[in-house]
């Protein structure tokens, strides 16, 4: 065989060698290609929408944060210190105390009730001077609602129940709905606002949203993390008095929840109110085996014929008995009967009021509502 006719067998073998392969590798190679080109141009389009820098995912979803969020558990006993900036006096226009408070308060949370202790129950300035034996606690049961004062002799009951006076009218039911938003629910969130179970949820881009147990959509974004813990985040919620928060945390060691926060409010972009800031002392979360029909007077104050007088609220109305006697209408709902006669119990009542009723939430409604033009109600 010459060298041409050689070389002519050779390029025929070739060409049989390459016949096995499938006929339509050229669509398969083409389809790989565009699929490179499209993978190419997103992977480009990521890196110019964060300016150069491919965005990963900060927080995941084993995270401890993400956990609890999704699903807090019940609180068996939260001690913490709340720190906020108040102002009370006898109206919104005339503000006589200023005053960065630190109040260290006591909570537990759990199925069939609640209760709240104020360790610090007198602030300086807001308030006479409290006894040794002073206690502030407040607490729900399966049917009502109380609170016992022991330097004022004074408890108070409301009902849960509507067909037993239960009422959104009845002053402790109003103190309860403030105490939750602005102390209770901050420290058990971590900042954030009560949220239904399970509506936490982590979007692309570092974004979050959950549901607010009233309903409203809430809408955040992760803003830095470390080792998996979020140590600022900022958030948005629909029809809030606010347009937006952001809470910064600190972490004690290697734990795995922060144990401080920080929730700055914003309006207008212009930092709304004073900062509130939380640390929590010691926590103990689940169930208490011994507490069914949630938390009554009787577990907390041993003799209870120290308390003098006694409210009972239905339908909005107030009635207090003294000594045993015939419960009588109070006309004035927050206002110490008592002594009405002097004008400084009243200056005094009112600005415990606004420090029970936390100053931040009630100017949060004077300040939002002037400043937008809504007319109040009165």
């Not at 009542?349 to 109040?376: D, P, T």
């Amino acid at each position: 065989m010459n060298s041409k006719e050689e070389s002519k067998s050779q390029n025929q073998r070739c060409s049989n060698r390459y016949s096995v392969l499938p006929r339509n590798l050229g669509k398969e190679f083409i389809s790989i290609a565009l699929i490179f080109i499209i993978a190419l141009e997103t992977h480009s389009l990521c890196i110019a929408a964060t300016g150069g820098q491919i965005q990963r995912q900060l927080l995941e979803t084993n995270s401890a944060f993400y956990v609890y969020m999704n699903n807090p558990p019940w609180i068996k006993r939260l001690q913490f210190v709340q720190s906020s900036y108040a102002e009370g006096g006898p109206t919104p226009g005339d503000i006589r105390i200023r005053s960065f408070l630190n109040l260290t308060n006591v909570v537990s949370v759990q199925p069939s009730g609640m209760f709240f202790e104020q360790l610090t129950p007198n602030p300086v300035g807001f308030s006479p001077p409290a006894s040794p034996d002073q206690r502030i606690v407040e607490g729900t049961s399966k049917s009502q609602i109380w609170q016992a004062n022991v330097d004022s002799e004074v408890i108070h009951y409301s009902s849960l129940l509507p067909e037993l006076g239960g009422s959104a009218e009845n002053r402790l039911q109003m103190v309860l709905d403030i105490r939750f938003s602005s102390s209770v629910d901050p420290v058990r969130y971590f900042g954030l606002p009560s949220l239904q179970s399970n509506s936490f949820q982590l979007g692309g881009s570092n974004t979050f949203e959950a549901i607010t147990t009233i309903g409203a959509r809430l809408t955040g974004e992760i803003v830095s993390v470390s080792h998996n813990r979020p140590t600022e985040i900022a958030y948005r919620i629909t029809d809030a008095p606010y347009d937006s928060a952001s809470v910064s945390y600190k972490y004690a060691g290697s734990n795995e929840l922060p144990n401080y926060f920080e929730r700055r409010l914003f309006l207008d972009d212009q930092q709304y109110l004073r900062p509130l800031t939380n640390w929590i002392e010691e926590v103990e979360y689940g169930v208490v085996a011994d507490i069914s029909r949630g938390y009554e007077p009787e577990m907390f104050f041993a003799d209870m014929s120290i308390f003098k007088r006694t409210i009972i609220e239905t339908n909005g109305q107030r009635y207090v008995t003294m000594d045993g006697g015939e419960p009588k209408l109070i006309d004035e709902r927050f206002v110490n009967q008592s002594d009405s006669e002097s004008t400084r119990p009243r200056f005094i009542s009112i600005v415990i009021l606004f420090l029970i009723l936390n100053a931040a939430a009630i100017w949060i409604y004077f300040a939002v509502f002037k400043r937008r033009g809504i007319a109040q109600k009165t």
